[in-house]
Every structure is written in structure tokens, then in C-alpha cells.
């Protein structure tokens, strides 16, 4: 089974053979539709004026389509709406026990998890929330982000020192109480917590030396709580590169297999299994880089039993706290390159400002945004809040409805800068060449949901989506939904040809409206 988003594109172009409007473009894109390797495919579709709500073009506007990623639109809205585009996540230390003067404290820190999504892992010079258009939460093919992932528990480590404290004779501690663990949907990390440390991911780097050596690996963060065997070897230029990651305990890796020489570094990821040992591991080291003396060791697990009550924690001094960017970063983070983690874990943090701690609470509360603002909450289904999972099914009309309604809101401009656009970032980087004529007029979430075909080889490309905002060449101003459901693929060159001509329909689209 495997979810994962492609070469996800511009596909906003297909008309009904009942369109008015611009026949000519309509056979052309009816042609598109109904021959070739999209004819099995079954397509809906609603493009609308943005301003008047006018129906342009239509297709199935009332079905359920299974839309893939575009889910992310439902969920970062209602996060947006529950939270506040300029919502900060406060992630503080609390020391309990006295400090001698010395500078010994004789007790605990803990580490109290809000939910924050990066922990300042990913923050640039400018504030702002560093991304890649091919995130490390996909593995293979990743860019890694430049930031030190470990920057917010050396800043958080730096402030434990500047309080006074020196030597802690007690344990680290990571409270990750904020909501109940679940597991979230497509492809990344599975595990949805409240502790989130370069997404509870290992980076493996493999890079190639000269033919008959070994290879070099390195693993980020480096931590010495994992132990990790590396046995790649640099193969020459003609041999295949092929790498296997095993793990024969949740504190062990074992890197295996060859790479060729000339290859650019290959990007690998493993998932840790356990969130709130990786973190106090990680939070120990932090604090002996900083200079205060740790006696308990990384190698140890987090002690969830010598936590306090959450009312204790106002007898408590706070020693140090880390604030987020403003939460229109992690937006932007989501839409951009379609972080599945971070997006399931929205319902659990609307969730946990109102007191609850579950995933259907919190996508009750999602229900109640989706009313308000005015779509057809009954007429759709969310089983999670990032895409994949089997309930998940929404309407062109609905999707269009939720569309125009942020449009009409104060922190719209946050959303839509929130977008990948077609042909410059993100999910829709690569969707049309630089000279296209709609490069940077279409702003668009994309989604992209298959299953493996083990039967016939190749997979069934169950959802193709697009979702958001476009600007034609004649000045009109559009929000438009479509969906392409169970499509069957060869293999994932197909799928990306399939891609690349939707992406020629979108610069059709742009030049004939």
C-alpha cells in the first residue's frame, strides 16, 4: 500500500461537452479527456468566477471524488480560522526542584510540547520557514532544508544556561500530553504526537567516493542515542546504486548496499519510533553542547511516569521557552510542498485548543468551520485532515464554495501566498516550462493518490487533484476544482507524462479565458 504525491500539476481545463463558452477549447480538451491514457479516468470538475460565484465550466460539480492532498485546503483553512494566521506556538522548559548557588539543580527539567510542527528546526535568518519542493518527508529524491534541525533545542538549551542553571542532577523529561497519539495519512511519518523534532525523521545522505570505497554516510540530527552500522560501498559508474535501511531495535540502523560513482547524494529517511525519547536524547546533548552538565544519560528513555500533573506547572519555574514563527508559516509549509504530517496534525491541535484531545474532535470542530463558512459540510467526508485515508471524499462545488469563502476573508492574503505556484515552487514547480505564458498565474493546491496494481504491474492512480486560484490572459479571476479518480498507470514515468500534459492544458486554459 502506498500513498504518495507525484509530479502533482495544473488540471483545470476540462470542460463538459454541454460548455458555451469556447467550443473550440472545448473539443480540445474533450479530446484530451476521452482518448489516450486519461479516456478511463473518471473526471468532475467546477470553474467558477471568484468574485460573482458564476459556473464557467462543469462537469460531476456533486459527486464525491476522493481528493487526494486538495484535503490539506480543508484542514489548513479550518486551521487558520480555529488558530489565527499569526497564532505562535510557546514551547517552554519548567525546572522543578531548587538551584543551589552553585548552579545545581536538584530536580528535573521538562520539556512541555505544544505541537509545534518544526520546533525551529526549519527557521531561516528571515523569520520565515525554510522549505524545499521536494521535502524530506518523501524520501528518495528529497532536497534537505538548510536550517540546523536542532536549532530551537540549542536556543532552548542556551536559555536553560543563561537561568542559572549549570548542572542538572535530575532527568530531562518531555511532557507530549497536548493531545492522544494517532497515526496520520499518505506518505512520511505515521506517528502524529506533540513533540515533533525535523519531523521525527533521521536524514540519511549517502554520497559516493571512488569506485571500491566506501561510501559516506551521514545521519541528521547525529545523535548518539542511535547506533548506526553503515556498510555502502562506491560501485563504478555502469552498476546499479541500490540501498537498504534496516532497523533491528527502535535505537538501531543498519545502512547497507552500493551507490555508483558520479551519482549525486542519495537522500534517505526512517521514521523514529519513539517522538519523546528521540527529543530528550536530543534535548540532553543540547544541553551539554550549551555547557550545562547532564548526569542522566541520552541513552536512556523518556520517563513519562515522573511527569506532573498539568496543574503543577504554575508552582513551577519556567526557565527557558521557544516561540514559533507565526502559524501562516506552517501554513505555507503544508501547501507548498503537501506535508502530510503536519496536516494530519491540525484536527489534533484545533482539538487541543478547545480542552480535547482527539482526532475526531477535532475534525467535529473542522465541521463546525465548514459550516460557518457556507459549503455543504453533509454533502462531504474526512476521515483524516492530509489526504488518503479511504473516507475521504469531497465535491467540485464544495471544494469551490470553501475557496470562495477565504477569498472573501481578511487573512486571504496568508492563504493564497500559502499555494504552490504553477511553474515557480512547490508541488506545481515543475508543472509547465519557464517560458510558459501561465507561469505564475495559477495558484493551486495539488493532490496525487495511488495504490500499487499488483495484479497487472503498475498501480491505479486512484485520485489526480487540483484545487485554488487562477488569473487568465483576459483578466478573469477564477476558483476552480477538479478531479480525475482511478486512472490506471504503467509506472511512474507514465504517471509523470500524464502530468506534464495537464500542465499544457492549464497554459491552454489561461490563454483561451
Not at 469 to 483: D, E, I, N, Q, V
Given at each position: ?260 560513482v558520479g551519482r549525486k547524494p542519495l537522500v534517505r529517511t526512517h521514521e523514529v519510533a519513539d517522538p519523546a525519547s528521540f527529543a530528550r536524547s536530543l534535548m540532553i546533548e543540547a544541553l551539554r553542547r550549551a555547557d550545562v552538565t547532564v548526569e542522566a544519560s541520552p541513552l536512556g528513555r523518556n520517563n513519562a511516569g515522573r511527569l506532573p500533573a498539568r496543574e503543577q506547572y504554575a508552582g513551577l519555574r519556567r526557565v527557558a521557552q521557544l516561540t514559533s514563527p507565526p502559524f501562516s508559516e506552517s501554513a505555507r509549509l503544508i501547501l507548498k510542498v503537501s506535508h502530510n504530517l503536519h496536516a494530519s496534525m491540525l484536527p489534533l491541535l484545533i482539538a487541543a485548543k478547545h480542552g480535547q484531545s482527539t482526532l475526531s474532535e477535532g475534525l467535529k470542530r473542522q465541521r463546525e468551520f465548514l459550516v460557518r463558512s457556507g459549503v455543504d459540510a453533509d454533502s462531504i467526508s474526512f476521515g483524516g485532515a492530509a489526504g488518503g485515508d479511504l473516507a475521504d471524499y ?120
Amino acid at each position: 500500500m502506498l500513498r504518495q504525491p507525484l509530479f502533482e500539476c495544473c488540471v483545470l481545463l476540462l470542460l463538459s461537452p454541454s460548455s458555451q463558452a469556447g467550443e473550440p477549447l472545448a473539443r480540445q480538451v474533450e479530446a484530451f479527456v476521452d482518448e489516450g491514457p486519461h479516456k478511463n479516468g473518471q473526471w468532475g470538475w467546477l470553474i467558477a468566477d471568484l468574485e460573482s460565484g458564476e459556473t464557467l465550466f462543469e462537469r460531476s460539480p456533486d459527486r464525491l471524488f476522493a481528493p487526494a492532498s486538495v484535503t490539506k485546503l480543508y484542514s489548513v483553512a479550518a486551521a487558520m480560522d480555529e488558530l489565527g494566521a499569526d497564532y505562535r506556538f510557546e514551547t517552554p522548559i519548567y525546572a522543578r526542584g531548587q538551584v543551589n548557588s552553585d548552579g545545581l539543580l536538584e530536580g528535573d527539567l521538562i520539556l512541555v510540547a505544544s505541537g509545534d510542527p518544526t520546533l525551529g528546526g526549519r527557521t531561516g535568518s528571515n523569520g520565515e520557514i525554510a522549505f524545499t519542493n521536494s521535502d524530506h518527508i518523501y524520501g528518495e529524491g528529497a532536497e534537505l532544508t538548510t536550517p540546523d534541525p536542532l536549532a530551537g533545542l540549542n536556543e532552548l538549551a542556551l536559555a536553560v544556561r543563561t537561568a542559572g542553571i549549570h548542572r542538572l542532577q535530575g532527568d530531562v523529561l518531555i511532557d507530549d500530553r497536548l493531545f492522544e497519539h494517532a497515526r496520520g495519512t499518505g506518505s512520511g511519518p505515521a506517528l502524529l504526537t506533540p513533540i515533533v523534532i525535523n519531523d521525527n525523521l533521521i536524514d540519511i545522505t549517502i554520497t559516493p567516493a571512488t569506485a571500491g570505497s566506501a561510501a559516506r554516510v551521514v545521519c541528521r540530527p547525529d545523535t548518539a542515542s542511535l547506533n548506526v552500522d553503515t556498510q555502502v560501498q562506491t560501485v563504478s559508474a555502469h552498476e546499479a546504486t541500490r540501498v537498504a535501511i534496516e532497523s533491528p531495535d527502535d535505537r538501531a540502523l543498519v545502512i547497507s548496499g552500493q551507490i555508483a560513482v558520479g551519482r549525486k547524494p542519495l537522500v534517505r529517511t526512517h521514521e523514529v519510533a519513539d517522538p519523546a525519547s528521540f527529543a530528550r536524547s536530543l534535548m540532553i546533548e543540547a544541553l551539554r553542547r550549551a555547557d550545562v552538565t547532564v548526569e542522566a544519560s541520552p541513552l536512556g528513555r523518556n520517563n513519562a511516569g515522573r511527569l506532573p500533573a498539568r496543574e503543577q506547572y504554575a508552582g513551577l519555574r519556567r526557565v527557558a521557552q521557544l516561540t514559533s514563527p507565526p502559524f501562516s508559516e506552517s501554513a505555507r509549509l503544508i501547501l507548498k510542498v503537501s506535508h502530510n504530517l503536519h496536516a494530519s496534525m491540525l484536527p489534533l491541535l484545533i482539538a487541543a485548543k478547545h480542552g480535547q484531545s482527539t482526532l475526531s474532535e477535532g475534525l467535529k470542530r473542522q465541521r463546525e468551520f465548514l459550516v460557518r463558512s457556507g459549503v455543504d459540510a453533509d454533502s462531504i467526508s474526512f476521515g483524516g485532515a492530509a489526504g488518503g485515508d479511504l473516507a475521504d471524499y469531497v465535491t467540485p462545488r464544495a471544494t469551490v464554495a470553501l475557496l470562495r469563502y477565504m477569498a472573501k476573508r481578511d487573512d486571504f492574503p496568508v492563504f493564497e501566498r500559502a499555494l504552490p505556484v504553477l511553474g515557480q515552487d512547490g508541488t506545481l514547480a515543475r508543472a509547465v516550462p519557464p517560458e510558459s505564458a501561465a507561469r505564475g498565474k495559477v495558484l493551486a493546491k495539488t493532490g496525487t493518490l495511488f495504490w500499487h496494481n499488483r495484479m497487472n504491474g503498475g498501480s491505479i492512480l486512484t485520485s489526480k487533484a487540483l484545487a485554488g486560484y487562477m488569473t487568465t490572459a483576459g483578466g478573469k479571476r477564477l476558483a476552480f476544482a477538479l478531479f480525475v479518480n482511478n486512472l490506471p498507470t504503467k509506472n511512474g514515468d507514465d504517471r509523470d507524462q500524464v502530468g506534464k500534459a495537464l500542465g499544457r492544458l492549464c497554459e491552454i486554459i489561461y490563454q483561451g479565458t
